[in-house]
């Protein structure tokens, strides 16, 4: 059955695409028809003599049509354009109160292209997704100390039903920098979308694969505190989080011309003035819904979810293994974990005032976070011993008594004293085998010496590295010390003695060989 026949205005619009070079795949999907009805106008025929010139609006004769493709073509979006172009008219102008859509189809008519695709719809509350902006040009500060261009990163989180937008600004995407932002997002929207959408950066995934992801514990024990669900998109599939590529690189392209001649000082103008940008951004009305996303997130915020009383404090993760002293290292301190643990894998978060200590997801310890400028600072719980009886006689003290015995009496009473020392036999293990490794640099004679010289100077229990320092400070002196050993030269001037022709000088003769005497004018020898 043939299709209905198009009308002139169709007709019109395939022979003029044709005029501009464009094939008939392009121009079938330029105005949205089949490529079998281009291929029946395509030749046109005496089809040009009874179609009727197309109306054109005459609004349309004062518009620089070329300056506008020229705008969409540096990045401006259309209808950005027309509302900026807008707002600078008079009222007299033809153009003011000229609907956009009337806008859209001149421009059309000039300038074919691909229709945009509208994405997929969610129901309220159900999702946001957060990502970066990718390509970021000229979107930074100057810091005023140096005069350099610092380069920012523009944060985005978008809600899936009311398409509302929040913004940041950062310095980096690092985790500390990333759910500060999210954060920031919940406050915006005024509450906490069921499901989370991010891509698979390292503060939200530490390892993707086709399968499920693995997620930062940090980020996970966020996703926690606020009640909501991680869900990382799958690596290179764009689609998983649509909304977010489109509507950030909307609002970068909304926002990119007012940036143009403007100068930031510091990170807070800059975010200060992007997140009013976002505000302006978010009142403007959509012309598919005939609201603005700040009154659709009204009909959104009952279905978020309520966010928690106290905001989440950023933590650091890490993993240890407890020394047999029953302590682990974080930050150049020592904390104790519960005897039973030694030698097993636990999982530290540090936050800003504590550190806290996890097996199998169970908090075994917590501790006062030392300040920065300690190091080697202990902070114990006596209760995480084993009974002092029992310490006394484990391998590991036993083993390092017989091994000091072995290097010398010095070597096995620093041990002693060391493991005597403190509220626990074990209070001071770590420096008893620093000094017992120093054996695989130094000799137990040296080592005895060294400590030797520390008594004598009244440090009974010197550490490990300051016993290094001793014997390396020994063997220099040694080496200047040493005589020199002069080997027979047979050039040298002067009788040698008849002994040095067989072997070397016997002990003193050079010392008693005299002096070689010359007269002026004698070149003989003596």
Request: aromatic share 8%; glycine share 8%; charged share 25%.
């Amino acid at each position: 059955m043939a299709g209905k026949r198009k009308g002139a205005r169709m007709i019109l619009e395939i022979q003029r695409l044709k005029g501009l070079g464009l094939g008939k795949k392009a121009i079938a999907r330029a105005l949205r028809i089949s490529r079998n009805t281009v291929k029946q106008y395509w030749e046109g025929g005496e089809v040009e003599n009874r179609v009727p010139t197309v109306y054109q609006a005459p609004w349309s004769e004062v518009v620089d049509w070329e300056g506008v493709r020229k705008s969409v073509e540096r990045g401006q979006a259309l209808a950005h354009h027309w509302e900026a172009v807008q707002e600078a008219l008079p009222q007299a102008d033809p153009r003011s109160g000229v609907p956009y859509v009337s806008f859209w189809r001149e421009y059309r008519r000039r300038f074919p292209e691909v229709p945009l695709v509208l994405g997929k719809m969610y129901p309220p509350g159900a999702n946001c997704e957060i990502d970066y902006k990718g390509s970021r040009p000229n979107f930074g500060f100057v810091d005023p100390s140096t005069g350099t261009f610092i380069l920012c990163e523009l944060f985005g989180a978008v809600l899936g039903f009311s398409r509302y937008l929040s913004v940041d600004a950062s310095l980096t995407q690092q985790k500390a920098d990333f759910l500060r932002s999210i954060e920031a997002a919940y406050r915006d929207f005024g509450g906490v979308p069921k499901v989370s959408v991010t891509d698979n950066l390292t503060p939200a995934v530490t390892k993707a694969g086709k399968g499920d992801a693995d997620l930062n514990p940090d980020y996970a024990s966020f996703c926690a505190h606020y009640n909501t669900v991680a869900m990382p998109a799958r690596p290179r599939k764009p689609k998983d989080k649509n909304q977010i590529e489109s509507e950030l690189g909307l609002f970068f392209r909304w926002l990119r011309p007012s940036l143009v001649g403007k100068a930031f000082r510091s990170l807070p103008e800059l975010r200060e003035y992007t997140r009013k940008a976002a505000e302006r951004y978010n009142s403007r009305v959509q012309r598919r819904t005939g609201q603005s996303r700040v009154q659709r997130l009204e009909e959104e915020k009952p279905h978020l979810l309520s966010l928690p009383p106290t905001p989440y404090e950023i933590c650091e993760w890490r993993t240890a293994r407890p020394h047999p002293d029953c302590h682990i290292q974080v930050r150049k301190n020592f904390y104790s974990v519960p005897y039973a643990l030694r030698g097993k894998q636990v999982e530290v978060r540090i936050a800003s005032a504590t550190v806290e200590i996890f097996f199998r997801g169970e908090r075994v310890a917590t501790h006062r976070l030392r300040a920065s400028n300690e190091q080697g600072r202990y902070a114990t719980n006596p209760g995480h011993y084993p009974e002092a009886q029992k310490a006394l006689l484990e391998t590991v003290p036993g083993a390092l008594r017989r091994k000091a015995a072995e290097a010398g009496p010095l070597t096995e009473q620093v041990v002693k004293d060391l493991f005597a020392l403190g509220n626990h036999p074990l209070r001071y293990l770590r420096r008893v085998q620093g000094i017992l490794a120093l054996l695989r640099e130094v000799t137990a004679q040296e080592l005895e010496e060294a400590i030797a010289t520390f008594r004598r100077l009244g440090e009974a229990l010197p550490k490990p590295s300051m016993l290094l320092d001793a014997v390396r400070q020994s063997r220099a002196l040694r080496e200047e010390a040493a005589p020199i050993a002069r080997r027979d030269n047979r050039f040298l001037r002067g009788t040698m003695p008849a002994s040095s022709r067989h072997g070397s000088l016997p002990e003193g003769a050079l010392e008693t060989h005299e002096p070689i005497t010359r007269t002026q004018g004698d070149c003989s020898w003596p």
